[in-house]
């Protein structure tokens, strides 16, 4: 396949597959012409390149993933720090959720006036709320 039809088939821009192929996350096969040719298979290496994405690795992480020959090599502990991590995260936003419906629906005349805000708000330079607002 040529470097428009990857682009076309995994959405990702011409570009994107260039810098993907510089960073050594996937290799082209060689070119016909000026255009790159790919291996059908770098379509699921892209997938697996987004997932991890998506999860939020960075790219470096991602390269890391994968043997020379180009096969997943995925360290499971790797896999359940990030888990562990995304946890974390889908917590703190729960709270910042739940601080933002407070403060929407509040019947205090001004969120200076609300204690709940004004608790939220000194504790915003100190770091996540745990839920309740607490520490």
Do not use: W
Not at 21 to 32: N, Q, W
Request: with cysteine.
């Amino acid at each position: 396949m040529d470097i428009a039809e990857v682009a076309a088939r995994s959405g990702l821009s011409a570009s994107t597959l260039r810098f993907y192929e510089e960073k050594g996350l996937i290799a082209s096969t060689g070119r016909r012409g000026l255009r790159r040719q790919f291996d059908p298979a770098v379509l699921e290496r892209l997938a697996l390149i987004a997932l991890g994405r998506s999860a939020g690795f960075a790219l470096d992480e991602i390269a890391l993933m994968f043997a020379p020959d180009g096969r997943p090599r995925i360290d499971r502990a790797v896999l359940t720090a990030k888990a562990d991590e995304l946890d974390r995260k889908i917590r703190e936003l729960e709270v910042m959720s739940e601080g933002l419906r407070h403060a929407a629906a509040c019947p205090a005349p001004s969120h200076m006036e609300c204690p709940t805000f004004r608790r939220i708000l000194s504790g915003n330079g100190a770091g996540p709320l745990t839920a309740g607002g607490t520490r």
